[in-house]
């Protein structure tokens, strides 16, 4: 085969495993796991933010109770110690230390409903960190693969480029520019052979220029003057 169809040949290789390298199905499915690794940090990192709210009410409540409890504590102390002795202020401080009973009741029931609140945010937490645990084994996973995929490409890609290399010497200089010069245009069939007419061009090519391709050489190098391709006898 003549050395120029080699390069081509090699060339339309390297351009497939280029192609290839690009589009691999594994980039596009470690691009989805990582999205979704990312989504995963989102939603801890706000039900966490969601959690020490809650948290902090809980312990402002617990503060109020304390000053509330004081409070009873110290009316308490005063009914029991004697210093009021009117039935009247009796009466009074005892409807008092009830209302402060009443509302740290109340303060009691919104710790308890906050801490059950906190708790189930810490599971949910809890549930979406097991869940971006397997995310990350995936991703992991799927950036080794990626990685060898790649590496097997790089190595075909390397092993093309040094044959290529190897074909290119043989073919001459002149001819090999003018190759380089036309395929950006034609691509994979920018050097074509002769089967009675360009098979690069869509249409016959005129007699005249068969029978001028025709009658030169085996093995010489012409352009088709309809499309411009380089056409081996
Ligand atoms: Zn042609």
Do not use: W
Request: include cysteine; hydrophobic fraction near 45%.
């Amino acid at each position: 085969m003549n050395p120029l169809l080699e390069v081509q040949r090699l060339d339309t290789e390297a351009d497939q495993i280029r192609h290839t390298r690009e589009h691999l199905p594994t980039r596009a499915a470690l691009e989805e796991a990582r999205r979704e690794q990312a989504e995963h940090q989102r939603r801890i990192e706000e039900i966490a933010v969601e959690r020490l709210a809650v948290i902090e009410r809980q312990r402002r409540l617990e503060g109020e109770l304390g000053v509330l409890e004081e409070r009873i504590a110290a009316d308490e102390r005063r009914l029991y110690s004697g210093e009021v002795a009117a039935l009247r202020d009796l009466q009074a401080l005892q409807d008092e230390i009830a209302g402060l009973r009443s509302r740290a009741g109340e303060l009691e029931e919104r710790i308890l409903e906050a801490m059950e609140t906190a708790e189930g945010l810490e599971a949910r937490v809890d549930e979406l960190k097991a869940a971006a645990a397997g995310v990350d084994a995936r991703v992991a996973e799927l950036e080794a693969r990626l990685a060898a995929e790649e590496a097997e490409l790089d190595a075909a890609l390397a092993a093309n480029r040094a044959e290529r290399a190897e074909r290119a010497a043989a073919v001459d200089p002149d001819l090999l520019a003018d190759y380089e010069r036309l395929r950006p245009g034609f691509g994979a069939a920018t050097v074509v052979t002769f089967d009675r007419n360009c098979v690069g061009c869509p249409s016959s090519m005129p007699a005249v220029e068969a029978d001028r391709v025709l009658h030169a050489a085996p093995g010489s190098v012409l352009h088709c003057e309809e499309c411009g391709r380089i056409v081996l006898r």
